[in-house]
């Protein structure tokens, strides 16, 4: 229901929210944790009272004592700015030693309350007590719209007769009572059905002492808690997760409404909010379509451009620095930067299957290059790890081990994440954010570690794309498992390809085929290396012979059908059957073009 439905205008004060009635008192000034809270109650116990804490809620405080001085808060009372608690006798001493003990940026005082003197806390509600509240909560309960009505409890008539408020310890523990009462009756055989609850106008600075309203009703649908003095967001905090369906929520009439992001944190603390203080800040339909968790995505680009330039960048550069980094040069100017991290305290992942773990070896091969900021804290060492200009970042890849990155032969053990991004050099300028994570083994050593980096491209002057920023970060092996949306088959690889006579093998590599050569472009011999991407290309429709491709491998078919201008068919059959490395394509296309049927070509 909503608030101002047609059952809620026009209604008394009790069933509507926007008549000048609302919730909130601090009732009676206090606030309690729980029902039936007592100070004083048990005679091994003595009772302390703890000033100086309003900087930080009762929660906080009670985890902070807990925390510092290994005691435990008991029947903690809220009393205006005063807290009181039971400690054991032989722990009071010690606490009250730690009274000046900075908490939430102010000094903590803690005193001894003497046993002559009245504590914040009495014996618990009697049967009496019980049936006064239970006779209130259904004077204040409305079936016809499933609304519990508490506002101004501490001014109801019947509730300062039998005096529920006669004493601040009586009307701090009368909430958490009511709400145990409330729970019954929800859960009873004449079930109380609460989908909406009025606390206006009670004086609450934090929720704190109401918070066992979401323990009675946790499937409460509409909450009012307008003119009240609830300051700050952080008051509101001990409901966060709890009311999972909770559509509508009125503070109006409290300070907090006017905090930075007050919208935005009232979303976040109630994922299913549609009204904020009368106003819609949810599409409800759009609510219903969501389903969480969210699937996890192993590759993102934000349109297909991107991912042409993205999947082509990556297949040429990681080839390259596999082979001859001396190539990668040419794709930075004299202000790209490059920086390396080293993560060593980042948690290895043990494989499970009984499958064993990479090999794993020290990182004194990259500490000396290392700018992990919280490693490396002088000014001067963090300006020397930066690499800036195509020569200082070459120096600084030749001091990296050799490495095998299995982008191809392997793209599930890789998630990309490429999208547009403006300012790079200049206010006007476009660029192409490209992360990739994945893995990569030492040639010499066959150690295996995770890697995540960034790379940042803008266009150069001649239209080649230009490296503005790459940023490494290299960890122990952790898997893939975090990105992983399904397991993919690996790719079917034919016996032989229709016209295409297959090398026998021979000593030259396998089935005859040589070594790769990176450095000379697999379609045109005489070209410079294709690992530099230029412009923009252009949108290509996938074809569906290609459609379940994964984009690393869809990336280097398409290259071969631009350079060879073979049908989608018979470029996937050629990527195939060369385990998708350009090289071996080539050499394999150049054998056996001649004896292709006219069909294999577009």
């Not at 009071?92 to 914040?120: D, H, Y």
């Not at 310890?169 to 055989?189: C, D, N, R, V, Y």
């Not at 011999?525 to 991407?533: G, L, N, T, V």
Request: proline share 8%; glycine share 8%; hydrophobic share 35%.
């Amino acid at each position: 229901m909503s608030w101002r439905g047609g059952r809620g205008r026009g209604n008394s004060s009790n069933n509507n929210y926007n008549n000048g009635g609302d919730f909130g008192s601090r009732l009676g000034g206090t606030q309690s944790s729980g029902f039936g809270s007592g100070g004083s109650s048990h005679n091994n116990n003595a009772t302390v009272e703890i000033r100086g804490w309003e900087g930080g809620t009762r929660d906080d405080l009670v985890a902070f004592i807990l925390r510092k001085c290994s005691i435990k808060l008991q029947n903690v009372i809220v009393n205006g700015g005063v807290i009181s608690a039971g400690v054991k006798q032989e722990e009071a001493g010690p606490l009250v030693k730690w009274s000046g003990v900075r908490f939430a940026g102010a000094p903590l005082r803690i005193t001894i309350v003497e046993s002559n003197k009245p504590s914040s806390a009495s014996n618990p509600p009697t049967y009496g007590t019980v049936e006064i509240l239970r006779n209130f909560l259904q004077s204040r309960y409305n079936a016809q719209i499933s609304m519990l009505d508490l506002q101004n409890l501490k001014n109801d008539v019947y509730l300062q007769q039998n005096g529920l408020f006669a004493s601040a310890s009586t009307a701090s523990k009368m909430f958490p009572a009511l709400m145990k009462i409330a729970g019954e009756l929800a859960s009873g055989q004449q079930r109380m059905v609460v989908e909406s609850v009025n606390l206006a106008a009670n004086e609450l600075q934090e929720v704190t002492g109401v918070t066992t309203l979401a323990q009675a009703f946790p499937d409460l649908k509409n909450l009012s808690l307008a003119n009240n003095n609830i300051t700050r967001l952080k008051g509101l905090e001990p409901w966060r997760h709890k009311f999972r369906l909770l559509r509508e929520l009125i503070l109006s009439g409290n300070p907090v409404t006017e905090q930075p992001g007050y919208k935005e944190e009232m979303m976040k603390m109630f994922p299913r909010l549609i009204m904020l203080d009368g106003q819609m800040i949810r599409d409800e339909s759009t609510l219903d379509q969501l389903k969480l968790p969210l699937p996890v995505k192993q590759m993102f680009f934000e349109n297909p451009d991107v991912q042409g330039i993205a999947t082509s960048f990556l297949t040429n550069f990681f080839n390259a620095f596999d082979h001859d980094r001396a190539q990668l040069a040419q794709l930075y100017d004299e202000t790209s930067t490059f920086s390396i991290s080293v993560n060593s305290s980042s948690p290895r992942v043990m494989p499970g299957g009984g499958t064993t773990a990479p090999s794993q070896a020290g990182w004194s091969a990259y500490i000396p290059l290392s700018r992990n900021l919280q490693k490396v804290t002088t000014e001067s060492a963090r300006i020397n790890r930066l690499a800036i200009g195509p020569q200082a970042i070459l120096n600084a890849f030749r001091r990296i081990p050799p490495t095998k990155h299995p982008l191809m032969e392997s793209p599930d053990k890789f998630a990309v994440e490429t999208w547009h991004t403006n300012g790079v050099r200049a206010a006007d300028d476009t660029g192409i954010m490209i992360s990739i994570h994945g893995e990569f083994s030492e040639q010499q050593t066959n150690t295996v570690r995770s890697f995540d980096r960034t790379f940042i491209l803008i266009q150069g002057p001649a239209g080649n794309m230009i490296v503005a920023s790459d940023i490494m970060t290299v960890r122990s092996w952790g898997g893939s498992e975090s990105w992983k949306e399904s397991v993919l088959p690996p790719p079917t690889v034919p016996t032989t390809v229709p016209g295409v006579n297959t090398p026998s093998a021979g000593a030259g590599g396998v089935n005859g085929i040589p070594p790769p050569a990176p450095t000379i472009n697999p379609m045109n011999p005489s070209a410079p290396p294709p690992i530099m991407a230029t412009g923009t290309p252009p949108t290509v429709n996938t074809p569906p012979e290609l459609a379940d491709l994964p984009p690393p491998q869809l990336a280097i078919v398409q290259q071969l059908m631009q350079e060879t201008r073979l049908t989608p068919q018979y470029s996937r059959m050629l990527a195939e059957q060369a385990n998708f490395d350009l090289n071996q394509a080539a050499v394999l296309f150049q054998q056996s073009r001649q004896q292709l049927p006219p069909s294999a070509f577009l």
